[in-house]
């Protein structure tokens, strides 16, 4: 994949998040997500690439935009695919929380797994926890490992775990082992990056949160050298079938990091609200100034980009 493709995507994620945060703390979920949505609609067809959707707002009759298998880009250059989410955390937006961002991960054609939407367990971990993690072991033995791999006690491990009812048993179980928590109400791909980040204060993330956002997160986690693994829980015999449709025969199944993304990966998000990695976006009389990221797996590279936008010369989204 060309490299340039990367800063071409981040124009794309600056928008929605600039439509989005518009909405911000409005309490209104569905309006701040419809306008991400029309604002990385309306940019993609800009970016030259012959893209589809392969993780987006839903199957097409659930989603009039960013529907899984939409054809996107200008329909000139490399085959790519694309897992998106313009508003990570739509709730944390509406409420005007923490982390909440505007997400891409872009691949090379039939290297991301067209993840079903439906649910996933999920654990993550940054560079010096690669390869110490194993999805069927106890919430404690992969804190035991890991902090034997940063040669710390798991007393000086925090674990970010979305809070909801059925973490219940995992929450005691983290706090029985003696690690610290943060609980999280929304955003688990932020929350599985921030274990990347030595300055964000987490080291791992547990529990079961979408599917599609695994896919994501395991992209961006290809960039920054950490670790992922998922398992699929179907919440019924409905999101069985689909995952049976999109050609997924076990669900028991352990996808690694790479059979998760695979290939040259790129990985773009800017921040709709301020967050553990990426400030939100602050509106000026002239514009808006924007935060983005933005890695490539193959390089290694990660570009953190600060952009003016002067609403006189561009759209006013």
């Not at 798991?154 to 059925?166: E, F, M, S």
Request: negative net charge.
């Amino acid at each position: 994949m060309n490299r340039n493709l990367a800063l071409e995507f981040v124009r794309v994620t600056e928008m929605a998040a600039i439509a989005s945060a518009r909405l911000m703390g409005r309490g209104d979920e569905k309006a701040a997500d419809q306008a991400a949505v029309d604002a990385m609609r309306a940019m993609l067809d800009s970016v030259d690439c012959d893209a589809t959707v392969v993780i987006g707002e839903g199957e097409r009759d659930e989603a009039p935009m960013l529907y899984i298998g939409e054809k996107v880009g200008s329909g000139n250059g490399p085959e790519l695919e694309i897992a998106l989410d313009p508003l990570e955390g739509t709730t944390v937006c509406a409420v005007g929380g923490y982390n909440s961002i505007s997400v891409m991960a872009i691949a090379e054609k039939g290297c991301l797994l067209n993840a079903p939407d439906t649910y996933m367990q999920k654990i993550a971990v940054g560079k010096e926890g690669k390869g110490c993690i194993n999805i069927n072991d106890s919430a404690s033995e992969n804190l035991r490992r890991l902090a034997e791999a940063k040669k710390c006690r798991v007393q000086d491990l925090t674990a970010v775990i979305l809070d909801r009812p059925r973490h219940k048993d995992l929450i005691e179980e983290v706090r029985r082992a003696g690690a610290r928590i943060q609980l999280i109400g929304d955003g688990d791909v932020s929350a599985a990056i921030a274990c990347c980040n030595p300055n964000s204060g987490v080291d791992i993330l547990f529990g079961i949160g979408g599917a599609p956002e695994g896919v994501i997160a395991a992209a961006a986690l290809r960039c920054m050298g950490g670790d992922f693994q998922g398992v699929l829980k179907p919440r019924n015999e409905e999101e069985v079938e689909r995952a049976l449709k999109m050609g997924i025969k076990d669900m028991n199944k352990v996808f690694s990091i790479e059979e998760l993304a695979s290939g040259h990966v790129m990985f773009v998000a800017t921040g709709v609200t301020s967050g553990s990695f990426l400030r939100g976006v602050q509106f000026k009389p002239w514009g808006a100034i924007t935060h983005s990221l933005v890695m490539r797996s193959q390089s290694g590279t990660i570009r953190h980009i600060e952009a003016e936008h002067h609403f006189d010369t561009k759209p006013r989204y």
